[in-house]
């Protein structure tokens, strides 16, 4: 399964993290730099984040998030490498009903969150059935698919917390929301180069499952916790 990448625009995050933290007082120069730093469990890894409150019902904030997990199985004469790579880098502006409120309402951009990839080898003998054509190992080689989301999509969400300055240090965030976007799904084998009719079953199965897969994944779901200390 896979994705194809766009280009990622790193002016955008240049300048919105310029923006805060320019906007930012100088950590000691006071108690009502309304700003913060956090660290954040997530649906999209482990990570660290800066937010700055700009008015009295708006913040804004950067961060970032990564986990990484792979494995190896052997089935039917076949063993399978996966990984799965939970990344994603976010510039997120928060909207809060009331003046300073904790309570928000989320809307930014996020990188690509997710990237799954997964290799198969012959390990003695065995054949594989691409888009209902039969292939035996020789001819795939070695046999990878890939899934991901695009490089940038829109996030929206909801949640508690907030860079506000207030009497406690420390304080838990919660966040829940979506990036919004459908995977994309690719699969290629080292044999297609010299085999046309692999390369079109490939790119024909390929197809179907990314359909398959679109029809109940149409976001990737994200749901955070954390702990901030206020500057």
Request: hydrophobic share 40%; glycine share 10%; proline share 4%.
């Amino acid at each position: 399964m896979t994705h194809h990448v766009e280009r990622f625009r790193p002016a955008l995050w240049c300048g919105v993290a310029a923006m805060l933290l320019s906007s930012a007082p100088l950590l000691g120069q006071g108690s009502h730099a309304d700003a913060s730093i956090a660290v954040r469990a997530a649906t999209t890894g482990f990570g660290a984040e800066v937010a700055k409150l700009i008015a009295g019902h708006f913040d804004v904030r950067v961060g970032g998030t990564l986990y990484t997990w792979s494995t190896t199985k052997s089935q039917s004469d076949i063993t399978y490498d996966a990984s799965l790579k939970l990344h994603t880098f976010e510039a997120l502006c928060d909207l809060s009903p009331g003046r300073r409120g904790s309570f928000h309402f989320t809307a930014g951009l996020a990188t690509n969150p997710l990237t799954i990839t997964a290799s198969g080898l012959p390990t003695t003998s065995g054949t594989f059935k691409i888009n209902g054509t039969q292939y035996t190992t020789s001819q795939v080689g070695t046999l990878t698919a890939q899934g991901k989301f695009r490089s940038v999509r829109p996030y929206l969400g909801l949640g508690f917390g907030t860079p506000a300055n207030d009497h406690r240090a420390a304080k838990l965030l919660f966040d829940i929301g979506a990036i919004l976007g459908k995977p994309s799904i690719t699969l290629t084998a080292s044999g297609a180069a010299s085999n046309p009719q692999l390369a079109a079953d490939l790119q024909a199965q390929a197809a179907q499952t990314e359909h398959d897969v679109r029809k109940f994944l149409k976001a990737y779901p994200v749901m955070s916790l954390g702990l901030a200390y206020r500057l």
